[in-house]
């Protein structure tokens, strides 16, 4: 929710914009000749996933469409992998990544300039299993006290490098093969698993609520009214390592209060039907710069609400990509295990 003058803010910018100043803007003259847009997140492995599709000019109709006849190379430490065809613009190099290897890639079509990029392999940042309580809050997005489930966990900063992160928090539903989904009122309390035989693990992201993390929440109310949101781009939290620099720091992030309940079997035969939450883990991404800057480059435009109304500019996506469009980024994650929290006291039956 916004504050109600929210709209009027609005409404007097554009009457402002509209009596002290005239665009003379003409769409022919940014018209541009298509380009590769090309996406590659390298990590720890022996496979790496290509994106290659061709972009559409400004007054031009049509759809962006996949590029599906590319040359591409791909070097590890100046080692040319093997790249392979998957068909609709997607490609796959096949070569053993660590920790610390260079990542170099070219690309080019018939018709489209070539595009080269490069990136580094990152190690992974320790994170330490969660805790999972109740806490009471108000929240300056909603406007209101509500109830929140905060999940907190610790890790450490490298004091040697300048750390980019993000941070996601993901739920967990048991789903066994036979297909009947476990939910806390049919089983009783196993954790999620992920390499089990008997069941699958379907895992979904969870936005996060900022209040009770500094980190994150760069947003103060005057940026709220002024059409700016702490909206993440596809519940991804971007952050750095500017005030924790070499320091051991917890995260506290708060998700939507969400309860069911599970049967427990007493020791008298009888059962207990216990509160609990979903099962929860983070996840703690080491991500290069050119990730962090373009993921931030997408969510600060996806969250400009003058922008969209056109009080404002847009300003053009960060990419790393020579020549064409799009990333090419190295990262690496750490998981913790799952933790959820239980509410005693609740009624037997």
């Known amino acids: 929710m916004r504050h109600s003058y929210t709209l009027f803010i609005y409404t007097l910018l554009a009457v402002f914009s509209l009596t002290a100043c005239k665009d003379d803007f003409d769409i022919d003259k940014v018209k541009s000749t298509p380009k590769l847009i090309l996406y590659c997140m390298p990590t720890v492995g022996d496979t790496t996933v290509i994106e290659l599709t061709r972009s559409l000019p400004v007054n031009t109709k049509g759809s962006i469409t996949p590029v599906v006849d590319a040359h591409i190379n791909y070097s590890v430490n100046g080692k040319t992998a093997e790249v392979i065809n998957m068909g609709d613009g997607s490609y796959k190099a096949v070569a053993h990544q660590q920790v610390g290897d260079r990542i170099e890639l070219t690309a080019q079509a018939d018709g489209l300039s070539a595009v080269s990029a490069s990136t580094t392999i990152l190690e992974a940042i320790s994170i330490d299993n969660p805790s999972v309580k109740k806490v009471h809050l108000y929240s300056n997005y909603n406007e209101q006290a509500e109830d929140f489930y905060q999940i907190s966990a610790t890790f450490t900063d490298n004091a040697s490098t300048k750390d980019y992160y993000a941070v996601r928090v993901v739920s967990g539903t048991i789903i066994p ?24 693990t379907v895992e979904s992201v969870q936005q996060i609520y ?33 005030d924790i620099n070499g320091k051991t720091y917890t995260l506290h992030l708060n998700v939507a209060y969400e309860y069911g309940h599970e049967l ?8 207990y039907s216990q509160m609990v939450s979903s099962y929860y883990r983070v996840i703690l991404y080491h991500i290069t710069p050119e990730f962090y800057h373009f993921i931030h480059s997408i969510g600060s435009l996806d969250n400009n609400e003058l922008a969209k109304a056109g009080l404002s500019n847009i300003a053009p996506s960060y990419g790393n990509v020579k020549g064409g469009i799009g990333m090419a980024a190295g990262y690496q994650k750490a998981k913790t295990k799952w933790a959820r929290y239980e509410e005693i006291g609740s009624k037997g039956r």
Do not use: C, M, R, V
Not at 219 to 224: G, L, M, N, V
Not at 264 to 271: D, K, Q, V, Y
């Open 210 to 242: 900022l209040d009770s993390e500094p980190l994150l929440n760069g947003i103060k109310q005057i940026d709220y009214d002024f059409g700016y949101d702490n909206n993440d781009y596809e519940h991804f939290y971007l952050f750095t390592d500017d």
């Open 177 to 200: 093969k036979g297909g009947i989904i476990y939910t806390q009122d049919n089983w009783e309390g196993d954790a999620p698993l992920d390499n089990i035989d008997e069941t699958d």
């Open 264 to 271: 427990i079997h007493l020791p008298n035969g009888s059962l």
